[in-house]
């Protein structure tokens, strides 16, 4: 397993931008398929969007598509995740998972399929 740290998260006017990061530790990043995720107030934790370990792949709920984008870079360790036209919505708090994959563009999501989570960071987007 790998340990996850996020950063990033703020308030933010709608209509605005932010950047997620999320940060892992040991030496075999590269091969774990990454996913955010997002549980606002009394709802479910929902899926926002993964990535492949190779980044060849990439996937997005509907609610973010075209408006969020997944990224990594595997010399950093770090995914992730550029939000732009922000909505009131979009308020949640955000994490980001990682799972071991042995092929280089498998994408999960579903939470359950995801081993190692990160702390969360909050997302605020005022209207």
Known sequence: QVQLVESGGGLVQA??????????????????????????????????????????????ADSVQDRFTISRDNAKNTVYLQMNSLKSEDTAVYSCAARKSPFRSSLYDDERQYDSWGQGTQVTVSS
């Open 15 to 60: 209509g605005g931008s932010l950047r997620l990061s999320c940060a892992a530790s040991g030496r075999t990043f590269s091969t774990y398929s990454m996913g955010w995720f997002r549980q606002a107030p009394g709802k479910e934790r929902e899926f926002v969007a993964a990535i492949s370990w190779s980044g060849s792949s990439t996937d997005y």
